[in-house]
């Protein structure tokens, strides 16, 4: 029997198994024993796995990370994994298609009887009875989403309610999130803490900071929120929710994010493959950490994440009328008050 072309497939296994046993944050959080995978799924190769062969086994141990940012690339046979929710987003529709969809917006243009603006990447427009929404696929250029804010703030300044949309948000600068949650807060509220590994032991990490939200005085709204949120919410779009779900004025609808919260970096292995690695952990204020689970919606209505922008949004549909509800309590509430106060 003669080896295969594939130079060395049992050194390459201990090259990837090493990099993430040196850099990737989560095995203490999610209690994974990685020592016990590496002897599991190196028993499975040998000097003559090809390298496919190498690739699924590879798959297969990174699968136990449950981590959406824990993600493979052979881009000569143009492989992609991703070892999370959106795997399966991937494995069900295909990559290029999970791009095309991550790269679409969530709404159809029938909900905005007036349209839609777009600005710096942001879309936003009227829906029904004076109710705001803006939709936003990533978190880029900190100084322009500044900008958008005051103008999209300004914008709905008579609204009687705002819905964000971060389904379809693969994320970016943490920074940003903050800066939007900022427009929606009515005090200083602690929302995230994060740590990034110092060492290669897997307990070696940096202190801990905190993060706020904070009340802007230049652009402020409290009247209630609505945060649209599914498997779709990634990363940066995550650690947005944890800031915006400590705001009492706001409230998640859709489906568990996407479970991937922490910083990542890539790493090109000797064989030509690509990785990439998270290196910190991020918990909400009260240090519990949300990886592999996602943050929870206060009103869950599944959809199916792959399909593609549809007539009927439920998710929509459901905040709208979540929204008349809330409008109708707040006018009892008033009506209530103003009955007392004109009492003899």
Known sequence: ?????????????????????TIYSGFVVK???????YHVYRNKIDEYTTESQLFEVAKNMLSHLNDNHVKL???KTNQHFSAGSIGYIIDKIGYDSTQKLFASKPVSNKYFPHGLNSLHGFSYG????????????????????????HTIINYFSSSKAIIIDVRRNTGGDDRIGKTIADCFADRKRKYMITSMKNGVAHNDFADAKAWFTEPK???????????????????????????MRELPQVSLVGDFTSGAFADADWKTLSCGWEVCIPYGVFTDKNGFCWEGIGIPPNYRVKTDPTKACEE???????????????????????QAFEQQNLRP
Not at 4 to 10: A, I, K, S, V
Not at 131 to 148: A, M, P
Not at 219 to 241: C, G, H, R
């Open 73 to 75: 690339k052979r881009d």
């Open 126 to 149: 009227w829906l029904e009875d004076s109710i705001g929404y803006f939709h936003f696929g990533e978190f880029k250029n900190l100084e322009q989403t500044e900008e958008t804010m």
């Open 312 to 334: 009927k949004d439920a998710i929509i549909d459901f905040s709208l009328n979540l929204l008349k509800d809330i409008s109708s309590k707040e006018t009892r509430s008033d």
């Open 1 to 21: 029997m003669q080896k295969n072309n594939f130079t060395n497939p049992l050194a390459i296994f201990d090259e990837l198994w090493n990099a993430f046993d």
């Open 217 to 243: 005085e230049s652009v402020q709204y409290l009247n209630p929120v609505v945060l649209l949120i599914d498997n779709t919410t990634y990363s940066a779009a995550e650690n947005f929710a944890l800031a």
């Open 31 to 37: 209690g994974i024993d990685w020592d016990k995978l």
